[in-house]
């Protein structure tokens, strides 16, 4: 089955929360990292994660989409005469659905993939458990609640929420009034320095990442133990 990344928006930390994931527990659980979407970007997701984590290719599932413009998808697929397609996409969600996927999407929840599709679209129609991303500063409440409302009016099964970014004394305030409000589990937090090493990245997944179990004791429950995978 596959794990959705979203955030609350863009820049939220969805790529270093995948990589801290892969690195922690891609080998036990068998568990691949694709983002189906890519745009924008000089050095892609997968081979940010792929040289961070250090993990071989097989690990990975190569994008559907891939975008020069930094622009919502819809837009960069327009500038380069491209159409990204809803249900190429479901397509690819289906043969992927008996592995373990960690799957990022692009942007936030409500970003266009074309002119009559939201990425939050291809997640209502899959029903597929997802993790929400958000800054743990000033903000993140109302942006987060309106997100796991969003997702809640569609029947999205929302499984949790993870901090990742600056650290912020306002931190642990804002993660028990959102887990007040919404009780969506908080799963925990990765406030990394902006200046971070790939090997202290690594040190940190290894050592400090999930260290309450909080994160892995969810995702056991929508993860099969050691399913196969064919790309």
Same mark, same amino acid.
Request: charged share 25%; with cysteine; proline share 6%.
């Given at each position: 089955m596959a794990i959705w990344i979203a955030g609350t928006g863009t820049d939220v930390g969805k790529t270093i929360f995948s990589t801290l994931v892969m690195i922690k527990y891609?080998?036990?659980?068998?568990?691949?990292?694709?983002?189906? *979407?890519?745009?924008?970007?000089?050095?892609?997701?997968?081979?940010?994660?792929? /040289?961070?984590?250090?993990?071989?290719?097989?690990? @990975?599932?190569k994008e559907l989409y891939t975008l020069q413009k930094p622009a919502s998808p819809h837009l960069s697929a327009e500038l380069e005469g491209k159409f990204i397609s809803k249900e190429t996409i479901l397509s690819a969600c289906e043969i992927h659905k008996k592995s373990n996927v960690l799957v990022e999407m692009?942007?936030?929840?409500? *970003?266009?993939? /074309?002119?009559?599709?939201? @990425?939050?679209?291809?997640?209502?129609?899959?029903?597929?458990?997802?993790?929400?991303?958000?800054?743990?500063?000033?903000?993140?409440?109302?942006?987060?609640?309106?997100?796991?409302?969003?997702?809640?009016?569609? /029947?999205?099964? *929302?499984?949790? @929420?993870?901090?990742?970014?600056?650290?912020?004394p306002l931190m642990e305030d804002n993660a028990e009034v959102i887990e007040t409000f919404s009780s969506v589990p908080f799963l925990g937090s990765a406030c990394l320095p902006e200046d971070f090493s790939p090997q202290s990245l690594y040190t940190f997944a290894e050592n400090e990442f999930d260290k309450d179990k909080k994160l892995i004791e969810v995702l056991k429950n929508y993860l099969s133990n050691g399913q196969g995978f064919s790309q």
């Open positions: 891609a080998r036990e659980y068998s568990l691949f990292y694709w983002k189906p *979407v890519q745009a924008g970007e000089e050095e892609k997701d997968l081979e940010t994660i792929r /040289n961070l984590s250090s993990l071989p290719d097989l690990y @990975f599932i692009a942007g936030g929840l409500m *970003v266009p993939l /074309n002119r009559s599709c939201l @990425f939050l679209d291809i997640i209502e129609e899959i029903k597929e458990p997802l993790i929400l991303l958000a800054d743990p500063g000033l903000g993140t409440i109302n942006h987060s609640l309106l997100s796991i409302e969003t997702l809640r009016k569609r /029947n999205i099964p *929302v499984i949790g @929420f993870f901090f990742s970014g600056k650290y912020s």
